[in-house]
T-cell receptor
Framework: AQKITQTQPGMFVQEKEAVTLDCTYD???????LFWYKQPSSGEMIFLIY??????QNATEGRYSLNFQKARKSANLVISASQLGDSAMYFC????????????????FGKGTKLSVKP | DAMVIQNPRYQVTQFGKPVTLSCSQT?????MYWYQQKSSQAPKLLFH???????NEADTPDNFQSRRPNTSFCFLDIRSPGLGDAAMYLC??????????FGQGTRLTVV
């Protein structure tokens, strides 16, 4: 069963506008972490933002914020004031605790959303 | 300063000829991952180490092996590369539950 679902293969956004990239996840583990990564055409995976399953507040990092709705199992990424340099693939990822001393587990990725920012 | 370094950035190998990709880290992280990413697809986890504890994904082909001689280095060995193994190979590290840091990847071409 797919654990991370990104339903938007591609998105367009006008420069300086905000955009939301969707991510839903599936886990029975009460302890997990959710991550968003950006992958430009160069190929490197760049960490953007993290949300822990027990975190009470939504994570924010500069222009990035994570809209975490635990009951709906969604962790959408919001990019405010889009820039041309934001054009890239965006991946949502999840790590379950899996009980390696209660602290580790596989980091698995969704299929990604290709964001294109229009000038 | 690069913290996760993959060598080489580009690797061309012949069909069936063993090839080794390397990854080193300066972060002293206890977890190291190897991912395979084919064009326009999500990274697929092949295996990971938690310290010296090796964890193989169930669907990782036997053709792929890994070694971690010490905390800083991890190797991916492809024993008999096929055309279907052409991909970007990504190494990543993390410490406990923190975010994973990725190297720049090695793009493997099989001819």
């Amino acid at each position: 069963a797919q654990k991370i679902t990104q339903t938007q293969p591609g998105m367009f956004v006008q420069e300086k506008e905000a955009v939301t990239l969707d991510c839903t996840y599936d886990t029975s583990d009460p302890s997990y972490g959710l991550f968003w990564y950006k992958q430009p055409s160069s190929g490197e995976m760049i960490f953007l933002i993290y949300q822990g399953s027990y975190d009470q507040q939504n994570a924010t990092e500069g222009r990035y914020s994570l809209n975490f709705q635990k009951a709906r199992k969604s962790a959408n990424l919001v990019i405010s004031a889009s820039q041309l340099g934001d054009s890239a693939m965006y991946f949502c990822a999840m790590r379950e605790s899996r009980g390696y001393g209660g602290s580790q587990g596989n980091l698995i990725f969704g299929k990604g959303t290709k964001l294109s920012v229009k000038p | 300063d690069a913290m996760v370094i993959q060598n080489p950035r580009y690797q061309v190998t012949q069909f069936g000829k063993p090839v080794t990709l390397s990854c080193s880290q300066t972060l002293n992280h206890n977890v190291m991952y190897w991912y395979q990413q084919k064009s326009s697809q999500a990274p697929k986890l092949l295996f990971h180490y938690y310290d010296k504890d090796f964890n193989n994904e169930a669907d990782t082909p036997d053709n792929f092996q890994s070694r971690r001689p010490n905390t800083s280095f991890c190797f991916l060995d492809i024993r008999s590369p096929g055309l279907g193994d052409a991909a970007m190979y990504l190494c990543a590290t993390s410490f406990l539950r923190t975010e994973a840091f990725f190297g720049q990847g090695t793009r493997l071409t099989v001819v």
